[in-house]
T-cell receptor, first 108, second 114 residues
Framework: RKEVEQDPGPFNVPEGATVAFNCTYS??????FFWYRQDCRKEPKLLMS?????NEDGRFTAQLNRASQYISLLIRDSKLSDSATYLC?????????WGAGTKLIIKP | DTGVSQDPRHKITKRGQNVTFRCDPI?????LYWYRQTLGQGPEFLTY????????KSRLLSDRFSAERPKGSFSTLEIQRTEQGDSAMYLC????????????FGPGTRLTVT
């Protein structure tokens, strides 16, 4: 079993729709959690950190459920520019463990 | 541009040759990380430095791989006797002392071993 698992997608979503991704992690010692975004053939870039209380940044909302060991990302009013791969990342003792990513394609 | 830089951006080499990549982190960042990423996968941790000290190495890092950060600034990653399975994107990231969890990535070096 992978330490961080994500549905690889692709998720094909019409512009303006709401889309949600989930990610599960196996190590209960995980300390902090992040969503990164990666465009094709580019480096990953931090999208947002994920807190137990949930956090929102504009159209993006992240949630953490420690009991069930999953993390979610919700994108509202999706834009064409949201098309990318979204990587779920878990920090364990200062080492980042990465999921394989979920590919999102926003269609006009 | 004050971001993380990597050189070269692309490298094509023949199997058996040695290659060396360089990473220049953001200047005030004391932690530096190397990752490898293959198509359809997330980055895999290889090693990390705090200042000049190499604090952790993944078991993925075979004896053919070596990394250095001699003065606590730039870092090099060398692969000896390259194999076709080494073909990947090699990513470098750095993080500041006040937030070790947030890593800033360079553009990567894409290695192709023929």
């Amino acid at each position: 079993r992978k330490e961080v698992e994500q549905d690889p997608g692709p998720f094909n979503v019409p512009e303006g729709a709401t889309v949600a991704f989930n990610c599960t992690y196996s190590n209960s010692a995980s300390q902090s959690f992040f969503w990164y975004r990666q465009d094709c053939r580019k480096e990953p870039k931090l999208l947002m950190s994920v807190y137990s209380s949930g956090n929102e940044d504009g159209r993006f909302t992240a949630q953490l459920n420690r009991a069930s060991q999953y993390i979610s990302l919700l994108i509202r009013d999706s834009k064409l520019s949201d098309s990318a791969t979204y990587l779920c990342v878990v920090n364990i003792y200062y080492q980042l463990i990465w999921g394989a990513g979920t590919k999102l394609i926003i269609k006009p | 541009d004050t971001g993380v830089s990597q050189d070269p951006r692309h490298k094509i080499t023949k199997r058996g040759q040695n290659v060396t990549f360089r990473c220049d982190p953001i200047s005030e960042h004391n932690r530096l990380y190397w990752y490898r990423q293959t198509l359809g996968q997330g980055p895999e941790f290889l090693t990390y430095f705090q200042n000049e000290a190499q604090l952790e190495k993944s078991r993925l890092l075979s004896d053919r791989f070596s990394a250095e950060r001699p003065k606590g600034s730039f870092s090099t990653l060398e692969i000896q006797r390259t194999e076709q399975g080494d073909s990947a994107m090699y990513l470098c990231a750095s993080s500041p002392p006040e937030d070790v969890h947030e890593q800033y990535f360079g553009p990567g070096t894409r290695l192709t071993v023929t």
